[in-house]
């Protein structure tokens, strides 16, 4: 719901660091895996009892995030790339939930588990139209340039991220974040099953 917005404000100092280091060689999929590390410690974070070094190796995941397509875009976008982005993005976003179930089982797994599923919905839906999309030769730069049909939803990175960062700050929160962001989502997830069916019709 907020990335559109957000990528008129971040998009053009993401840019400038990207053509600095794609200058000096630095590979956009380079980043894309430095930033999955990244994401991968965070998630470890969380389940050992760290969530606060989570918050930080969250932000610098999503920092990552944004400069490999900057570092794309000031060289060569790839399919490869695409591909990588997005596949180590929705698994970072699963190793958070699971994360904060492993560090407490008894309060936290039933609502992971929810929030995973919504995730999972959430997914196939996004990637089911965008595969959809491209066969139909769809596109659009709402969202800025992607590799895929980015259909929009209510529930899209930037909320993802701040709830994540939430619920490292709070980590007594997590039940109730998680299943508030778990309605939020299946709810992105039912608009994008109607949007999409409509526009394939």
């Known amino acids: ?14 840019d400038r660091a990207g053509r600095w280091l794609s200058a000096r060689g630095i590979g956009a999929d380079a980043i894309t895996l430095a930033g999955f590390a990244l994401g991968v410690a965070a998630a470890a974070a969380i389940a050992v009892g760290y969530p606060l070094v989570a918050v930080l190796l969250i932000a610098l995941n999503r920092i990552a995030d944004g400069l490999d397509g900057a570092v ?5 976008r ?4 695409g591909y990588l982005d997005i596949t180590l993005d929705f698994t970072v976003y699963a190793l958070v939930p699971l994360a904060f179930a492993v560090a407490d089982p008894a309060r936290n797994a039933l609502a ?21 999309a491209e066969k139909r030769g769809l596109s659009t730069r709402a969202q800025g340039e992607k590799s895929l049909y ?3 939803g209510l529930a899209e990175g930037a ?3 701040a709830v994540f960062a939430l619920m490292c700050l709070w980590p007594a929160g997590f039940p109730l ?5 778990a309605a939020l989502t299946a709810a992105s997830a039912a608009a994008r099953i109607v949007v999409g069916a409509r526009t394939l019709r």
């Open 1 to 14: 719901m907020l990335d559109a917005a957000l990528r008129r404000l971040i998009d053009p100092p993401l």
């Open 72 to 76: 794309a875009r000031a060289t060569a």
């Open 78 to 81: 790839t399919d490869r790339g």
């Open 112 to 132: 992971a588990a929810a929030l995973l599923a919504a995730f999972y919905v959430n997914g196939a839906a996004f990637l089911a139209f965008a595969a959809m």
């Open 150 to 152: 980015y259909l929009a």
């Open 159 to 161: 909320e993802t991220i």
């Open 177 to 181: 974040l998680a299943t508030a962001f």
